[in-house]
């Protein structure tokens, strides 16, 4: 932060504390927010800690009383970069203010050792050494601002404090965004549905363990990869995902060969046929677009589940249908389904050939009609199959044929791993002789 700032202050808004300067330069004031605790305000402020560097000891000890005087700064001080080091071994420091010339190793070694050694506490150069290519050098190698000595001392003391809350609150921020994409990450990785996400330049940030398991692949050969490179994992060669055609048209969607295209709000709903490692698979898909709090485009995220089960069980089913229909609709035998309280819900031709209703207005009973002999229900609900004979009546079937003597069979239907019974088939044929007899069969 450059220029001159003349005033600074801050305000209470919930469990934060924001800071402002005001400041010549511009026409506008620079909000920081200080998460934690501000003095008098128990509970609210976690002091800003820095480690001063300077080997003059008087400018070392105004510059400390200095920044510690409004008790938003803790300061540590040490006169050597060595014995900086060691102070670093022991504990953490929000911020690292550093001369530049001092005996043994200068700042901007320093700087280096610290960087070199993946340790990145925003630093601070603070030095009377007004050579450009220090201060190129000293940016280009990690620092986070370059302050030089020697302006009107009140002046440069609040801009060197600007720069330290500057420095502490981005660090801050940057170390709670780190935080959070981490959270969400492990939310993301333990998701039952394989999810992947993008950042808003398309690259790859997240791909979760059932993600891996879909595809074999692991994630740390697909984090960073860019689209259309992830794609490879499910159809070996590069096309868009459903997460890269969130904004295409529905048309352009289906041209990729996805298929019940639809949307919900912002979200794009689509299924396809993948080529996996383990086979080709029948995926149902959904990708959403994120947005910051900005309302911009951040990224987007895709999660994926494999419903090659469903879709082989439906058919499976259909399949079933059809041959079920076929002897159905087109057997010489009367047949008639009822349901587990024995009301009929259908009958084929020859049925209604004897006289049952075709329609639900006047559907028949197989429990209150008198088509049962005594003891047959029981049996019924015992899971057991009945058989008889009968010969049509008026108060049976309402027949609109002549009477027949019919053998009847009726068979309980069941669910699978269902110990109860889902309903009821019945078999009527025609017999040439009458006989009295009545037959139960248990199966």
Same mark, same amino acid.
């Given at each position: 932060?450059?220029?001159?700032?003349?005033?600074?202050?801050?305000?209470?808004?919930?469990?934060?504390?924001?800071?402002?300067?005001?400041?010549?330069?511009?026409?506008?004031?620079?909000?920081?927010?200080?998460?934690?605790?501000?003095?008098?305000?128990?509970?609210?402020?976690?002091?800003?800690?820095?480690?001063?560097?300077?080997?003059?000891?008087?400018?070392?000890?105004?510059?400390?009383?200095?920044?510690?005087?409004?008790?938003?700064?803790?300061?540590?001080?040490?006169?050597?970069?060595?014995?900086?080091?060691?102070?670093?071994?022991?504990?953490?420091?929000?911020?690292?203010?550093?001369?530049?010339?001092?005996?043994?190793?200068?700042?901007?070694?320093?700087?280096?050792?610290?960087?070199?050694?993946?340790?990145?506490?925003?630093?601070?150069?603070?030095?009377?050494?007004?050579?450009?290519?220090?201060?190129?050098?000293?940016?280009?190698?990690?620092?986070?601002?370059?302050?030089?000595?020697?302006?009107?001392?009140?002046?440069?003391?609040?801009?060197?404090?600007?720069?330290?809350?500057?420095?502490?609150?981005?660090?801050?921020?940057?170390?709670?965004?780190?935080?959070?994409?981490?959270?969400?990450?492990?939310?993301?990785?333990?998701?039952?549905?394989?999810?992947?996400?993008?950042?808003?330049?398309?690259?790859?940030?997240?791909?979760?363990?059932?993600?891996?398991?879909?595809?074999?692949?692991?994630?740390?050969?697909?984090?960073?990869?860019?689209?259309?490179?992830?794609?490879?994992?499910?159809?070996?060669?590069?096309?868009?995902?459903?997460?890269?055609?969130?904004?295409?048209?529905?048309?352009?969607?289906?041209?990729?060969?996805?298929?019940?295209?639809?949307?919900?709000?912002?979200?794009?709903?689509?299924?396809?046929?993948?080529?996996?490692?383990?086979?080709?698979?029948?995926?149902?898909?959904? @990708?959403?677009?994120? =947005? *910051? &709090?900005? $309302?911009?485009?951040?990224?987007?995220?895709?999660?994926? +589940? %494999?419903?090659?089960?469903?879709?082989?069980?439906?058919?499976?089913?259909?399949?079933?249908?059809?041959?079920?229909?076929?002897?159905?609709?087109?057997?010489?035998? @009367?047949?008639?389904? =009822? *349901? &587990?309280? $024995?009301?009929?819900?259908?009958?084929?031709?020859?049925? +209604? %050939?004897?006289?049952?209703?075709?329609?639900?207005?006047?559907?028949?009973?197989?429990?209150?009609?008198?088509?049962?002999?005594?003891?047959?229900?029981?049996?019924?609900?015992?899971?057991?199959?009945?058989?008889?004979?009968?010969?049509?009546?008026?108060?049976?079937?309402?027949?609109?044929?002549?009477?027949?003597?019919?053998?009847?069979?009726?068979?309980?239907?069941?669910?699978?791993?269902?110990?109860?019974?889902?309903?009821?088939?019945?078999?009527?044929?025609?017999?040439?002789?009458?006989?009295?007899?009545?037959?139960?069969?248990?199966?």
């Amino acid at each position: 932060m450059g220029g001159e700032c003349v005033n600074s202050t801050g305000f209470f808004a919930g469990d934060s504390f924001y800071l402002y300067e005001y400041c010549t330069w511009c026409i506008h004031s620079l909000q920081v927010h200080v998460p934690g605790r501000i003095p008098n305000k128990p509970g609210y402020f976690s002091m800003i800690s820095v480690l001063l560097i300077e080997d003059d000891r008087n400018l070392l000890g105004i510059t400390r009383d200095y920044l510690a005087k409004k008790g938003l700064i803790s300061v540590h001080t040490a006169t050597s970069a060595a014995e900086a080091l060691e102070l670093l071994k022991t504990r953490n420091y929000d911020v690292i203010v550093s001369d530049y010339r001092m005996p043994d190793m200068d700042g901007l070694e320093l700087l280096k050792n610290l960087r070199a050694s993946g340790n990145e506490i925003p630093f601070i150069m603070f030095t009377g050494r007004s050579r450009e290519q220090v201060v190129i050098e000293a940016l280009n190698n990690g620092a986070d601002f370059y302050l030089q000595k020697g302006d009107e001392p009140k002046t440069q003391f609040i801009e060197l404090e600007n720069m330290i809350i500057q420095a502490s609150a981005r660090k801050r921020a940057e170390d709670s965004l780190r935080e959070s994409i981490r959270r969400l990450s492990d939310i993301i990785s333990f998701l039952p549905d394989a999810t992947l996400a993008i950042d808003r330049g398309g690259n790859l940030i997240a791909w979760n363990r059932a993600m891996e398991e879909l595809t074999g692949v692991p994630a740390h050969q697909m984090l960073g990869r860019n689209e259309p490179d992830y794609s490879l994992a499910f159809y070996g060669k590069r096309r868009p995902l459903l997460i890269d055609l969130i904004f295409a048209t529905d048309e352009e969607v289906m041209n990729y060969g996805y298929t019940g295209v639809r949307r919900k709000g912002a979200a794009l709903i689509a299924e396809c046929t993948a080529s996996l490692a383990s086979g080709n698979k029948t995926l149902w898909g959904i @990708a959403t677009p994120l =947005f *910051d &709090e900005q $309302g911009a485009m951040a990224g987007a995220i895709e999660s994926i +589940r %494999d419903t090659s089960g469903i879709r082989n069980a439906e058919e499976a089913r259909l399949k079933s249908e059809i041959k079920f229909r076929g002897i159905f609709d087109h057997s010489p035998v @009367a047949i008639a389904i =009822f *349901d &587990e309280k $024995g009301w009929q819900s259908e009958v084929n031709h020859p049925c +209604r %050939d004897l006289g049952f209703p075709g329609d639900v207005s006047g559907r028949y009973n197989l429990f209150t009609s008198n088509i049962l002999p005594p003891g047959r229900r029981e049996a019924l609900s015992r899971g057991e199959a009945v058989k008889f004979e009968i010969t049509t009546s008026r108060e049976i079937c309402s027949p609109v044929t002549p009477s027949s003597h019919l053998d009847v069979l009726i068979t309980p239907l069941f669910y699978p791993l269902h110990e109860s019974s889902s309903g009821y088939i019945m078999q009527l044929r025609d017999i040439p002789e009458h006989s009295q007899k009545d037959l139960m069969i248990a199966t």
